[in-house]
């Protein structure tokens, strides 16, 4: 399936959408990409893969083994890891939700929100959070699931990358569990599907971290206006967005 055919096929299963959406990060959008969506497409799911396959395989620094974010990222790394016969691991969610939630509640009574009898049992709480470390309560104390051996190269998988907060997680995380099994691994680049184009590669690059994109959302308008399968409006509504979006960045 050539790159057309791929983005012809995302847009007529619905993962590319138009219209007015607020994104996780509470920016306006006149577009939408809802990759979470492909498990309920395999053919598509494995054309997917095979694409970020060969842009891994072709990459400088190859790695050997993947990780997952999950949702959307974690079933386009499993696939992409039976197209190039490489072993998948992945990131949990409950960490990066236990240090948010005591980051929200210490928040709220810094502004006053809690009465002064309660906020003892809510610092007690942000503690025990915190005494966690971002583990799970109940028996799991992993930051990553899956084999991980000392001087793996790995390579992170997603979906869609905006700002690349959860691919810096997804990073913390993989460190994170290395250091608890006490060995050293090295993160060779984030391999996503499709780059937004809002500041994501560039937070990367400041860490040194490469990101590897099967398209652009330029690249995917022009695809869709050439095709003819969106009209001139939608499409000059979305380009200047994403003109406004690059001009952001580079402030």
Avoid: W
Wanted: charged share 30%; hydrophobic share 40%; glycine share 8%.
């Amino acid at each position: 399936m050539s790159k057309l055919e791929l983005v012809t096929k995302l847009y007529e299963i619905g993962a590319i959408k138009f219209g007015d959406f607020i994104l996780k990060s509470g920016k306006k959008s006149p577009y939408y990409i809802d990759l979470r969506i492909l498990p309920s497409y395999p053919r598509i799911l494995v054309e997917v893969g095979k694409i970020i396959g060969e842009i891994i395989e072709a990459s400088i620094d190859k790695p050997n083994r993947l990780c997952g974010i999950p949702m959307a990222g974690l079933a386009i790394a499993n696939i992409v890891g039976v197209e190039i016969d490489t072993p998948v691991l992945y990131t949990r969610k409950e960490p990066i939700i236990y240090i948010d939630l005591a980051r929200k509640i210490r928040n709220l009574i810094q502004e006053g929100k809690y009465r002064q009898e309660e906020i003892q049992g809510v610092e007690k709480a942000i503690n025990t959070i915190e005494e966690l470390s971002g583990l799970k309560t109940h028996g799991i104390t992993t930051y990553a699931d899956g084999i991980i051996q000392n001087g793996d190269r790995i390579g992170i998988v997603d979906d869609v990358i905006t700002t690349a907060d959860s691919k810096l997680e997804a990073r913390n995380l993989i460190m994170l569990e290395a250091k608890r099994r006490n060995i050293k691994v090295s993160v060779t680049g984030v391999y996503v599907l499709i780059d937004r184009e809002q500041g994501g590669k560039e937070a990367l690059q400041q860490e040194r971290i490469p990101l590897y994109a099967a398209f652009t959302v330029t690249e995917i308008m022009n695809f869709l206006y050439e095709a003819g399968l969106i009209d001139s409006k939608k499409y000059e509504t979305v380009m200047a967005y994403i003109v406004s979006e690059k001009a952001k960045v580079k402030r």
